[in-house]
């Protein structure tokens, strides 16, 4: 019963993360995490 949820919370936090690397190489720095937040709007 849990499992369904723990995948669908995993893929969740690799779209987020795939979001925010914007140069793609594994890390998301302090300017990709602004880029990102700038990009997605107003929280």
């Known amino acids: 019963m849990g499992m369904p949820n723990l995948a669908a919370t995993f893929e969740t936090l690799v779209d ?3 979001f925010l690397d914007k140069n793609k190489d594994g890390f998301v720095g302090k300017n990709e ?3 990102a937040i ?3 709007g107003e929280l």
């Open 38 to 40: 700038n990009e997605s």
């Open 33 to 35: 995490m602004v880029q």
């Open 16 to 18: 987020a993360f795939v």
